[in-house]
């Protein structure tokens, strides 16, 4: 039979019955709140392929922040973010140590969010690929015409 050979490029292939990818347990010792965290996102996590099971205690940290963030919002809502005192130099307003435990619960969010892709900037960090071949590239251009 004659013809053109099949361009490989244009064929999709198959993905079949892939079975899906089991969800780890939380850790025993986290928090109850960083357990229901866990619950809520580990699944999310898995079926992007970033929560394999060497990552378990980073994921873990990430909760438990997570957990002191929403532990420590509760308390500012009872407490406030300051009181007051009085010192030598008249009436002060001081920060409660529940807002300096918050200040750290979100430092701590956020390098683990970055971590699993867990905020729009860093979803889309690591979707990135990296350079590819230049020459690679700019010969398929020659070939194949731009774009």
């Known amino acids: 039979m004659k013809g053109a050979k099949p361009d ?5 292939p ?5 079975a899906p ?5 939380a850790p025993e010792f986290m928090s109850d709140t960083a ?14 392929g970033r ?6 205690y980073q994921f873990a940290a990430y909760c438990e922040s997570v957990a002191n963030f ?3 919002t509760a308390c500012l809502a009872i407490e406030g973010k300051y009181y007051e005192t009085k010192t030598r130099n008249g009436l002060q307003q001081k920060k409660t140590a529940s807002w ?3 200040q750290e619960a979100m430092s701590a969010m956020a390098r683990g969010a970055a971590l699993f892709g867990l905020s729009p900037v860093d ?15 700019l010969m398929k251009q020659l070939k194949n015409g731009p774009g």
């Open 100 to 102: 300096g435990q918050q």
């Open 70 to 72: 929403i532990e420590t």
């Open 21 to 25: 990818r089991p969800v780890p347990d």
């Open 8 to 12: 490989l490029r244009n064929v999709i």
């Open 123 to 137: 979803e889309a960090r690591l979707k990135v690929t990296g350079q590819g071949d230049l020459f690679d590239d």
């Open 14 to 18: 198959m993905k079949g019955d892939v």
């Open 35 to 48: 357990r229901k965290v866990w619950d809520e996102l580990a699944g999310v996590l898995v079926g992007k």
């Open 51 to 56: 929560l394999e099971p060497s990552y378990v």
